[in-house]
């Protein structure tokens, strides 16, 4: 609305002159308008060139606003009762009042109180489902079981409630215990926790804008990883304009975010792509002058682009050759920086942002006949799309420019797959007696002349890598021949197994139960049974299933650890490779984009719609 610019326009008018409205002699003692402010309404009217029934009805709104603020200070303080301002929006039930979608509702409350606590009283005042509301304070999501005041929540601080449609409550609804966000969180610290165990097919690899992979340290890895993939499903639910659900997995993406180190966030721009997503989807739930942090998260976005592109986007042309892709997420930058100064009343900027916004979009605009062309070579829609864009809607170029793409991008698969089959094959050989890794080279020769790749291994740990002193362990003893090969997956602990690792010499229990904890790895086992001078260590014995508890070992130390081990049921430890592996693919794989340059994949309609309606606005109050 107009209105907004006039009243931003007005407040710092009165700020500037000092004026407290909710004193007298503009407000009475009984909390009615004093006459004064009818000469305010003149003075500003004539200021300001703007009709009296305008200014009047923005100042008696910022007299009625200063006015409870003012009561409810005075409330908090005589008797601990706090007022907050709520408003809802998303999927507001036909039979709520508008007043609470279209202005801020009192709501007063124990700050002590849970966040449950606050969902429910305002579910007695509008009559909505405590289920269906997720309030939003300060850019966070408001949790049910920890206080108002440990999670900021001040005295008449305002309160966004998010009403879920009936697609995004079934999809809660459903889980006994586990929210639907708590749950994708489960399956993304799978993910993210990936730690090189070849029971886990799903490796977390983290590029630069480049798509080089970065060594990024574990703990740094998991938090950046797990963050990235709720950004991932937050940007799938705004895909499908469940924008409620989105934002609820794009605060959850910025909570992670916020235990990465700088140093890691300065060599990724994806915080800067999540403050753009969550600003943009704060627009289209209709909120943006709610938005506490909007300008800020707006500066980290355009901050963190010219960091990595450079101001004048001179880097991301040396990089990839061109601009036109990443045109697209200035441009939403640029048209979400004119939105918040069309709000902040920043007239002269909002026009400035929107002319650049409106000239990077016709620049990004496809010809229809030229993206038909494109796909009819057999090529899809996005890569038509961002082909033409990157080559300023030239077809041979663009078709280059995407063969291009395809090769980088196969070679660099390649490469990843090389090295990730390297590591893999290198942790199944395990370690040598010295602690070093077995040298994968060595391995290699020694199979290429004819020895099994078990006995390759085994030699190799027992001679530090030694490779003539290894062929002369495979001489000696000729056992290790029926060792089995170490880069064979194996999930079942099987008698052969357990009889070819103990005609090594270990005793039978202790290798059943290496076997057992060791997930059927033989290197692994054997390894760590040689460290441990052959015998298992109790907690070892945990491992084994029930069904084989008859072969434990009976010294009774051994069997106390048993029964007093704690069970992992709640955690992702406690899960089978087949729990894991279902989790994911229902909660993370679905959403994670095939293509990395997806999100630079917008059609433009709803940026096209947002330009015009402040277009619109603004000349409005020109």
Known sequence: MAGLAVRETVRNRLNADKIKLWLEPY???????????????????????????????????????????????????????????????????????????ECEQPVEIVLDSRGLDLKT??????????????????????EDSISLIQQQISNFTAILVLCLSDVEVSIIEKEDHLSQIAKTRQAAELVAGYDGDDSNVYQLQIADQNGKILNIPKDEKKALGLAMMLHEKGRAAMKRKEMSLSLLF????????????????????????LCLDIVWCYLRLQNVSALPDAESRLQTCEES?????????????????????????????????????????????????????ESELSTLQVDENSMTQVMEMGFTAMEARLGLRASSGNIDMALSHIMQQKEEKKKRLETEKAENEMKRLEKRLGKTANGDNVNVTFFKMIVSMGFSKGAAAAALRQTNNDISNALQAISDNPELLNLPDPDIDRTEVTDELI??????????????????????????????????????????????????????????????????????????????????????????????????????DLELDDETAVLEEYKARLASIL
């Open 499 to 600: 009889r070819q690792v103990v005609a090594l010499g270990f005793d039978e229990n202790s290798v059943r139960a290496a076997l057992h904890h060791f997930h059927a790895d033989p290197t692994r086992a054997i390894e760590q049974l040689m460290q441990y001078g052959g015998l298992a260590l109790p907690e070892w014995y945990q491992s084994i299933p029930q069904s084989s508890s008859n072969s434990s070992p009976s010294n009774s130390a051994s069997n106390s650890s048993m029964s007093s081990g704690a069970s992992p049921a709640d955690s992702n430890e406690g899960m089978s490779n087949e729990e894991r592996a279902k989790l994911i693919e229902e909660e993370i794989m679905p959403d994670i984009p095939q293509e990395e340059e997806e999100h630079l």
């Open 27 to 101: 407000t009475l003692n009984d909390g009615q308008r004093g006459e004064a402010v009818a000469l305010l309404i003149e003075n500003y009217s004539s200021a300001l060139g703007l009709p009296k029934d305008l200014i009047d009805g923005v100042i008696e709104e910022l007299r009625q606003h200063a006015v409870s603020k003012f009561t409810a200070m005075r409330k908090y303080k005589e008797t601990g009762v706090a007022t907050l301002r709520v408003r809802l929006t998303g999927n507001v039930p036909n039979n709520v009042g508008r007043q609470w979608s």
């Open 250 to 273: 794009l605060l959850e993406a910025d909570e992670e975010f916020k235990k990465c180190s700088s140093s890691i966030l300065d060599r990724v721009d994806n915080y800067a792509l």
């Open 305 to 357: 682009f010219k960091k990595s592109y450079g101001p004048n986007l001179e880097r991301l042309k040396l990089l990839k050759g061109g601009t036109g892709k990443e045109q697209a997420l200035l441009m939403r930058l640029h048209l979400l920086q004119g939105v918040l100064a069309f709000h902040q009343a920043k007239n002269q900027l909002c026009r400035q942002k929107l002319q650049l916004a």
């Open 121 to 142: 009283r305002i579910s007695e005042l509008c009559g909505v489902k405590t289920i269906v509301l997720k309030p939003v304070a300060n850019g966070r999501v408001i």
